[in-house]
Every structure is written in structure tokens, then in C-alpha cells.
């Protein structure tokens, strides 16, 4: 997991854009914001870029990347670093391809195919998600530091990959949002490149198992549909959502995923935020997989009565007989 030392090297601008807040004013040595953490009209946040520091004068206080998340998020320094480990921070990853560039690199993928693992296959039958799901990922065989691993794997548009199993989370070459355009008229889903979508449809996820949970609950959605892959391509999300008409919200049910929808609602005030059809569930995916555990149990209630008029039935049936012989 990430420790202390390295959230607190991520860039903090970067934090700050992922949770939907942009600088009022900003030059090479520092940026202002308005208050993250409560409601005012001038900017008295302060973030020193060069030493990525945050200082707020209007309550005095400030610190470093830890400190910031750990009063935005009201929660433990352990809390704040399992969130940051699951975001994918670009100035994290820059880092790490620095010191790929320095040394060795520690990775590689060795096979990239259609979905054939029956571990993997469990794995998405665990989130909830059959083979009506198969066709937009892959099944992907990598190295990290010489240990052979694979996941199921989801392409971005630079080529980069988003990697799942039952025991790993993490991602693959650069970091983007992926696109798919699901046309009824073609059953081909692909990416999307430099098309002009204006009046189109599109959905909007933070992450693919997300996505992936929409389609298997509407398997014949028209339209498009957008994987973040963190909230801090946010940027690039609302570059891209500038070619549609109508725009679909289904992010998580938390802060970092609150502030990320009230941010694109203030560039797109005609998109619609869906988040309460699965609330209080913090995604799709635990929504969909609600849906299936409340399905098996009334099945199971189901077979259990019907397994007891069974045995009355035949209860009667044997006291009958034996009336008869008697």
C-alpha cells in the first residue's frame, strides 16, 4: 500500500483537480483556491507549488498532501492512503516511469487475448457479471518484478490497460479514460476515436467494473459510454463529454465522487446525475450485486416452501394410505 512519503510527493494541484477544485488565481511559484473544506467568496487557500505545501489563512492551518486529505475525507491517515491507492495519481505514475527510465523496467506484458481463464471468469461471476460483459475486455499476462500474474484487463485510448483479479488492482502503460460506442445497428463495440458524437448519448463511470455493471444490467444500451479510470482525468472526461447532448452521471456515492459529479454539473448543467437509483451502495457494481443477493434469497425462501408443501403433501398422503389399511 502507498505510505506517507510517497502520497505526500504526488503533486497536491492534482489532488486538488481530481476532487473537482480549480485555482481562482496561479502563477509558476503558487495557486489560490477557494476554502475546500467550507463555503467562501475569496480565495484564501494557498498551495506552494515548489515545495507542495497547503496553507489555509483563514483558519490557519496547513501541512502537506496527508494533512489536506485527512481533514477534506474527516478520516484516519490509514483511510486516506487506501483512497489514494486506488485513484492512480498521473504524477504518482510519472514517477514511477522516471525510475523505470533510471533502472530496469519491472514489468511486462506477454500475452494479450480474448477471455478464456476460468479463475478470472469466477472472479466476474463473484462481481455479479456474466459473458454478456466478454466482449469488452481481455484476458492479459503480465510480469511485475519477475512473478507471472493475470487479470482481466481494460484498454484506455492510449493503449494503456486497467488490471483486475480476485488479489490484484492496478493499471498498466499510460493512464486515460477509455471509450466504447455501442451502436444496436452494429454489435461491434470499439473505441472511439475523433468521431463528432454531438447528440449522442453517453454514460460516465469512474471505473470499469462500474461500466462494465451498466451493461450487464442494460445489455442493449445505445449510445456511448466513458470509463474515468480515475477521477483525476476529470479534465479529460469534461474535454470529451463537450461533444454530447445528453450525458448520464454514475459515480460513487462517496466525497471524491460527490465533488466529481458537482464539478462536471457546473460545466454541463443538462447532464443528469443517476447516483441515487443505487443509494446507499457506493457504486453500481455493490448495487448490482444487492440485486442478486436479495433475487437468491427470495428463490431460496421460494424453494423452501414449496420444499415443505412437498413434504405435507406427502405427509397426508402416507396418513391416508395407512387410514386405508387400518
Not at 137 to 160: P, Q
Not at 213 to 221: D, G, I, L, R, T
Not at 230 to 237: D, E, G, H, Q, Y
Not at 280 to 308: A, F, G, R, V, W
Amino acid at each position: 500500500m502507498m505510505n506517507c512519503k510517497q502520497f505526500n510527493s504526488i503533486k497536491l494541484e492534482e489532488v486538488l483537480v481530481s476532487l473537482g477544485h480549480h485555482p481562482t488565481k496561479q502563477n509558476e511559484k503558487e495557486a489560490w483556491y477557494l476554502n475546500p473544506f467550507s463555503t467562501e467568496t475569496q480565495a484564501s487557500f494557498k498551495l506552494d507549488k515548489r515545495n507542495n505545501v497547503w496553507y489555509l489563512h483563514s483558519q490557519g492551518i496547513g501541512g502537506a498532501n496527508i494533512d489536506f486529505m485527512a481533514k477534506y475525507l474527516n478520516t484516519s491517515i490509514k483511510e486516506v492512503l487506501e483512497w489514494a491507492e486506488k485513484q492512480n495519481f498521473s504524477s504518482f505514475q510519472q514517477q514511477n516511469v522516471i525510475h523505470s527510465i533510471n533502472s530496469k523496467p519491472n514489468y511486462q506484458i506477454t500475452k494479450i487475448r480474448e477471455l478464456q481463464n476460468e479463475h478470472l471468469k469466477s472472479y466476474l461471476h463473484q462481481r455479479g457479471l456474466s459473458q454478456v460483459v466478454y466482449p469488452l475486455i481481455k484476458e492479459i499476462h503480465f510480469t511485475i518484478s519477475e512473478k507471472n500474474l493475470y487479470a482481466i484487463g481494460f484498454e484506455n485510448r492510449s493503449g494503456g490497460w486497467e488490471l483486475r483479479n480476485s488479489f490484484y488492482k492496478g493499471s498498466l502503460l499510460r493512464k486515460d479514460i477509455s471509450i466504447f460506442n455501442f451502436n444496436n445497428e452494429n454489435e461491434n463495440q470499439s473505441q472511439n476515436q475523433n468521431q463528432n458524437e454531438t447528440g449522442k448519448s453517453i454514460v460516465v463511470f469512474e471505473g470499469f467494473m462500474d461500466a462494465l455493471s451498466f451493461v450487464e444490467m442494460k445489455p442493449f444500451f445505445n449510445g456511448d459510454l466513458l470509463v474515468m479510470n480515475s477521477i483525476s482525468l476529470i479534465n479529460k472526461t469534461k474535454e470529451h463529454l463537450k461533444k454530447y447532448s445528453e450525458i448520464h452521471l454514475f459515480l460513487d456515492n462517496d466525497k471524491a465522487g460527490e465533488n466529481c459529479k458537482n464539478s462536471i454539473l457546473n460545466s454541463f448543467p443538462e447532464a443528469k446525475d443517476h447516483s441515487e437509483i443505487y443509494f446507499p451502495h457506493k457504486d453500481l457494481n455493490e448495487y448490482l450485486l444487492s440485486k442478486i443477493k436479495t433475487k437468491i434469497e427470495i428463490q431460496l425462501q421460494d424453494d423452501l416452501k414449496l420444499n415443505q408443501k412437498e413434504q405435507e403433501s406427502e405427509s397426508i398422503e402416507v396418513n391416508q394410505i395407512y387410514k386405508r389399511k387400518r
